[in-house]
Nanobody, 122 residues
């Protein structure tokens, strides 16, 4: 299993970035996926999740209305479109394969990528 994130960078507040996660080594379409971020000095924070077909998406309150998760199962790729970025969105962003997901609780993961850095600063 391999998950490789890309698309991070430095952007001014109010700007946009699109993260990608290229998946390989497993049947991508059979797994729910999530984006998780970790800011310096803080623990991991679930950002967004998407079920296998892409028809069901979920967001943390802190990003709802600004971020959009999507997937292309034909390309084995997960995306996170981030708009109206704020300094508090600065973090290392990981994509993760979901192992289990109980409604109302954060998913559990079995594989993570290496992460891509997002820095929002003027």
């Amino acid at each position: 299993v391999q998950l490789v994130e890309s698309g991070g960078g430095m952007v001014q507040p109010g700007g946009s970035l699109r993260l990608s996660c290229a998946a390989s080594g497993f049947t991508f379409s059979s797994y729910a996926m999530s984006w998780v971020r970790q800011a310096p000095g803080k623990g991991p924070e679930w950002v967004s999740g998407i079920k296998t077909s892409g028809g069901s998406t979920y967001y943390a309150h802190s990003v709802k209305g600004r971020f959009t998760i999507s997937r292309d199962n034909a390309k084995n790729t997960l995306y996170l479109q981030m708009n109206s970025l704020k300094p508090e969105d600065t973090a290392l962003y990981y994509c993760a394969r979901v192992l289990s997901w109980i409604p109302g609780r954060d998913p559990k993961y079995d594989y993570w990528g290496q992460g891509t850095q997002v820095t929002v600063s003027s």
